[in-house]
């Protein structure tokens, strides 16, 4: 790649992520129905395109992993997300602090930077979690920050993707279980299975549980803090509504870990699970999706190998594969009749095949 290009090529088919920041932004500059814009693009135009298309199973070539792999543009991509983020937050504190600003309008905008924090705060965050230098893990925590889900970041790297697809996992949700069953299981269990996972960490180092070294102590102690600070600094209506678009955010994570492994399970061998294969994840090839949200519905490669970047990540023939897109499906899950109507049918026919007859 030509050291004067900001972006490659190849690298240009992830550029409507940005689509995300931008209908946010809008939606924060506006007023009445239009506050809503952000909702309506995401959970409506989004899904509504991917019902039209299949999506490419195509994987790249072992020269053009290499190729991807060389080219700093998807990290480009990726690290830009982060400044957007932070923008995003101090004009939505800014208008939030705003006098005389109407309630639907601020409910609007609430929903905005909900959306913003699920897919910049958590999403972006996620993938710089894996990776392996201080300065990716570092802005992985200060996104997960602007949605107050720092503890994200121990439970889903050490607890998740151990546990992934067993009754261990609090984030993996069981066959017949509600999305909203799993809400308050998943969220819980979570929060707790970090402080059980940094715990033990301490123990085995042997050092204090209550010290300094305590990665969840100081987690509460940020958040509390930019709370604090924000409650001080923009008041209490500031502070309350910066609440409510992070539980948006934490809700759209959630609602993707419960369609991401939803009934299926991997078998117990003796006192140890079998290896996490392509079979034990919910994948999606649906172009849109893909692009929006980095090659998150690529999860079967995703929890395969966990080191692997975002745009080399691999179609399975082996995976069960969702209906449409990851937009689509979390709409689906909302309503749990139809959810269970249709994903138990998919998991008939796919406990049906070679692969899935193996399934827990």
């Given at each position: 790649?030509?050291?004067?290009?900001?972006?490659?090529?190849?690298?240009?088919?992830?550029?409507?992520?940005?689509?995300?920041?931008?209908?946010?932004?809008?939606?924060?500059?506006?007023?009445?129905?239009?506050?809503?814009?952000?909702?309506?693009?995401?959970?409506?135009?989004?899904?509504?395109?991917?019902?039209?298309?299949?999506?490419?199973?195509?994987?790249?070539?072992?020269?053009?992993?290499?190729?991807?792999?060389?080219?700093?543009?998807?990290?480009r991509i990726l690290y830009s997300l982060v400044p957007l983020q932070a923008g995003l937050l101090l004009f939505f504190l800014y208008r939030m602090s705003e006098e005389g600003l109407p309630l639907t309008d601020r409910i609007g905008m609430i929903t905005a930077m909900g959306m913003a924090c699920g897919v910049l705060g958590i999403n972006a965050a996620h993938e710089l979690g894996h990776r392996s230098s201080v300065f990716e893990r570092t802005l992985s925590r200060f996104l997960l920050l602007t949605t107050l889900y720092m503890h994200?970041?121990?439970?889903?790297?050490?607890?998740?993707?151990?546990?992934?697809?067993?009754?261990?996992?609090?984030?993996?949700?069981?066959?017949?279980?509600?999305?909203?069953?799993?809400?308050?299981?998943?969220?819980?269990?979570?929060?707790?299975s970090a402080w059980q996972l940094e715990a033990e960490r301490l123990r085995r180092m042997h050092r204090p549980v209550w010290g300094p070294e305590n990665e969840m102590l100081w987690y509460q102690i940020i958040q509390a803090g930019l709370v604090g600070l924000i409650f001080f600094g923009l008041g209490e209506t500031a502070a309350l509504s910066f609440l409510a678009a992070a539980l948006v955010g934490v809700l759209l994570l959630e609602t993707v870990n419960y369609i991401e492994h939803y009934g299926l399970r991997r078998r117990r061998n003796g006192l140890r699970y079998e290896r996490t294969l392509p079979a034990h994840s919910w994948n999606?090839?649906?172009?849109?999706?893909?692009?929006?949200l980095l090659e998150l519905s690529r999860h079967s490669d995703h929890h395969y190998q966990a080191s692997r970047k975002f745009p080399v990540l691999r179609h399975f023939d082996e995976s069960p594969q969702m209906p449409t897109g990851y937009p689509g499906m979390m709409l689906l899950s909302l309503v749990p009749p139809l959810w269970f109507l249709i994903m138990h049918r998919e998991i008939k026919h796919y406990r049906q095949t070679r692969v899935g007859a193996a399934l827990a």
């Amino acid at each position: 790649m030509p050291s004067g290009l900001p972006l490659s090529k190849r690298s240009l088919r992830y550029l409507p992520v940005y689509l995300v920041p931008g209908v946010v932004f809008f939606s924060l500059t506006a007023t009445g129905v239009w506050t809503f814009t952000a909702v309506v693009v995401l959970f409506g135009i989004i899904p509504l395109a991917e019902c039209l298309t299949r999506g490419s199973t195509r994987n790249l070539t072992a020269e053009e992993e290499l190729e991807v792999l060389g080219d700093p543009s998807f990290d480009r991509i990726l690290y830009s997300l982060v400044p957007l983020q932070a923008g995003l937050l101090l004009f939505f504190l800014y208008r939030m602090s705003e006098e005389g600003l109407p309630l639907t309008d601020r409910i609007g905008m609430i929903t905005a930077m909900g959306m913003a924090c699920g897919v910049l705060g958590i999403n972006a965050a996620h993938e710089l979690g894996h990776r392996s230098s201080v300065f990716e893990r570092t802005l992985s925590r200060f996104l997960l920050l602007t949605t107050l889900y720092m503890h994200f970041h121990i439970e889903h790297n050490r607890g998740h993707h151990k546990n992934v697809s067993t009754d261990l996992d609090p984030a993996s949700s069981r066959y017949g279980e509600s999305v909203y069953a799993f809400f308050l299981r998943s969220i819980y269990g979570g929060w707790i299975s970090a402080w059980q996972l940094e715990a033990e960490r301490l123990r085995r180092m042997h050092r204090p549980v209550w010290g300094p070294e305590n990665e969840m102590l100081w987690y509460q102690i940020i958040q509390a803090g930019l709370v604090g600070l924000i409650f001080f600094g923009l008041g209490e209506t500031a502070a309350l509504s910066f609440l409510a678009a992070a539980l948006v955010g934490v809700l759209l994570l959630e609602t993707v870990n419960y369609i991401e492994h939803y009934g299926l399970r991997r078998r117990r061998n003796g006192l140890r699970y079998e290896r996490t294969l392509p079979a034990h994840s919910w994948n999606s090839n649906h172009p849109l999706g893909r692009a929006v949200l980095l090659e998150l519905s690529r999860h079967s490669d995703h929890h395969y190998q966990a080191s692997r970047k975002f745009p080399v990540l691999r179609h399975f023939d082996e995976s069960p594969q969702m209906p449409t897109g990851y937009p689509g499906m979390m709409l689906l899950s909302l309503v749990p009749p139809l959810w269970f109507l249709i994903m138990h049918r998919e998991i008939k026919h796919y406990r049906q095949t070679r692969v899935g007859a193996a399934l827990a």
